[in-house]
C-alpha cells in the first residue's frame, strides 16, 4: 500500500492547531490553586439549573435571576462538552437578567498572589447594547465592582475583551484591553484569559473558530504596586454579570453577558 505523504507546511498547520485547542481548553482534573472551576458538562442538555456544581475548591454556584432571567445548558463547541447561554440582549430595566454567583464567604483571599481568571465565550450574534442602557455591557467573570474594596474583572464590552484590577486601598485602576483593530468576533467562540502575576496584567484572547481560528492576541498593563486585592467575605465571584454583595443584580447596570459560556477557572496563587 503506498502511504500518501503530508507536506511538511500542511503537517506543521496542524500541530500547531492541535497545541492552541490543547493550551486553550481546561485540563482533565482541577489543581488545587482552583477555586473555581465549571465545565457543564454534567448538567442536562436544554435544561434550566439553579446551581451550578464547582470541580475547584470553593462552593457550588447559584443562579441568581431577575425579571424571569434563566441560563440554559446547550452545546459548546465541538470537543468541548457543554456550555451556559445568558438570556438574550434587553435594554430595559425590565428585561430577564441571570448571573451565576459562587458565595465568597469561604472563598482565599486573593492579596499579592498570583492570580488567573479565564473563559470561554461566545457573544451572541444579535446583541446590540446601548451605551447607557440597563444591559449595555458584557461581564464574563468577576469578583467585587468598581469603587468597592476591591475588584478583578474580565469582559467583553464593545466585543474588546479586556481585564481590570481595582483596590480602594491604593485607589489604583489597571487595565489590560485589547485596541478597537483587535474586536472579537460575534457568534464566534474564543477564550479569554486574565493574569495577575507580581505589577503585570496580561489579556491572552485564543480565537477557536471563524476569522481569528488559531489567532492568540494579547494586552499588557503594569500597576504602580502589587495591587493586595482583600474582599469581604459577602462579595461572591460572578459569571455572566454583576452582583451586590447582597447577591442581588443591579437592575440599572447589570451588564449581562449575552451569549455563551464554557471552561470558566479561577486560580489563586502558584
Not at 503506498?2 to 503537517?11: F, H, L, M, S, Y
Not at 447607557?132 to 464593545?158: C, E, F, I, M, P
Not at 452582583?243 to 455563551?260: A, E, K
Request: with cysteine.
Amino acid at each position: 500500500m503506498t502511504k500518501r505523504r503530508i507536506p511538511a507546511a500542511a503537517a506543521a498547520a496542524a500541530l500547531a492547531s492541535t497545541a492552541l485547542i490543547a493550551a486553550s481548553a481546561l485540563p482533565a482534573q482541577a489543581a488545587p490553586n482552583d477555586v473555581v472551576r465549571f465545565n457543564f458538562d454534567g448538567i442536562s442538555l436544554g435544561s434550566h439549573p439553579t446551581t451550578i456544581p464547582n470541580q475547584g475548591t470553593g462552593p457550588a454556584a447559584n443562579v441568581v435571576s431577575e425579571n424571569g432571567g434563566q441560563v440554559t445548558v446547550v452545546n459548546s463547541r465541538s470537543g468541548q462538552g457543554r456550555a451556559i447561554d445568558f438570556p438574550d440582549h434587553a435594554a430595559p430595566i425590565t428585561g430577564p437578567r441571570a448571573v451565576i454567583a459562587v458565595p465568597g464567604t469561604t472563598l482565599p483571599q486573593v492579596g499579592t498572589n498570583r492570580l488567573v481568571w479565564r473563559a470561554d465565550f461566545r457573544l451572541d450574534t444579535g446583541t446590540t447594547a446601548t451605551s447607557g442602557s440597563a444591559d449595555d455591557g458584557d461581564n464574563l467573570l468577576q469578583r467585587g465592582l468598581a469603587g468597592t474594596a476591591a475588584q478583578y474583572k474580565l469582559q467583553v464590552d464593545g466585543e474588546r475583551p479586556s481585564c481590570t484590577l481595582w483596590t480602594a486601598a491604593s485607589g489604583e485602576t489597571v487595565t489590560a484591553r485589547l485596541t478597537s483593530a483587535q474586536k472579537v468576533h460575534r457568534g464566534q467562540w474564543y477564550t479569554a484569559t486574565c493574569t495577575r502575576s507580581g505589577k503585570k496584567l496580561t489579556l491572552t484572547v485564543v480565537g477557536h473558530t471563524g476569522p481569528h481560528a488559531g489567532t492568540t492576541l494579547t494586552a499588557t498593563n503594569t500597576s504602580s504596586t502589587v495591587l493586595d486585592l482583600q474582599h469581604p467575605a459577602t462579595v461572591p465571584i460572578t459569571v455572566g454579570g454583576k452582583m451586590y454583595h447582597n447577591t442581588h443584580i443591579p437592575r440599572s447596570s447589570t451588564d449581562q453577558f449575552n451569549g455563551l459560556v464554557d471552561n470558566v477557572k479561577v486560580s489563586i496563587g502558584e
